[in-house]
């Protein structure tokens, strides 16, 4: 069976997260990638920033919910989930749009593992870590690949 060590692609463009969103959607588009791994200074692990965290950016602003009951109105809506919205509509920097700690996968991690991880969590890219460190990245199309080469057989 095919683990992540197989399929990964070992070479990862990573952005720091002072990266700014813009340089950060025009690595995903020049190198048609689904997501970028942001790590600090040290190379740890802080975040992923993929392509639907900066579609975000291109949205309406979430409007709250409210309801009356006997004169007194309700949120429906988390002010903090509001918030981190409206922060991640107007980021300037990768920091304030990433997703912070990813799913996350091993080297040892199995093919079906990772499938139904991304199928599960609506997910396109997963970091590898070996115990901690950054040493692959997982996307969708290094599953599809798998496919194509069943087709050779």
């Known amino acids: 069976m095919l683990k992540a060590k197989d399929i990964m692609t070992r070479e990862v463009i990573t952005v720091y997260p002072e990266t700014e969103i813009v340089q950060a959607a025009r690595l995903l588009l020049?190198?048609?990638i689904s997501g970028l791994p942001v790590v600090d200074e040290d190379g740890h692990l802080k975040g992923i920033i993929c392509?639907?965290?900066?579609?975000?950016?291109?949205?309406?602003?979430p409007l709250p919910s409210f309801f009356v009951l006997l004169d007194s109105t309700f949120s429906l809506t988390s002010p903090k989930n509001i918030?981190?919205?409206?922060?991640?509509?107007?980021?300037?920097?990768?920091?304030?749009?990433?997703t912070p700690d990813p799913i996350t996968i091993d080297p040892e991690t199995g093919l079906e593992d990772i499938a139904t991880l991304m199928v599960k969590n609506r997910i396109h890219t997963l970091p590898v870590l070996d115990q901690g460190r950054?040493?692959?990245?997982?996307?969708?199309?290094?599953?599809?690949?798998?496919?194509?080469?069943d087709e050779k057989r």
């Open 51 to 61: 392509q639907s965290d900066l579609m975000a950016q291109q949205r309406k602003i």
């Open 30 to 32: 020049d190198r048609h």
């Open 134 to 149: 950054l040493v692959g990245i997982v996307g969708k199309e290094d599953i599809l690949r798998t496919l194509m080469s």
């Open 83 to 98: 918030e981190k919205e409206l922060t991640k509509m107007a980021a300037l920097k990768v920091s304030e749009a990433m």
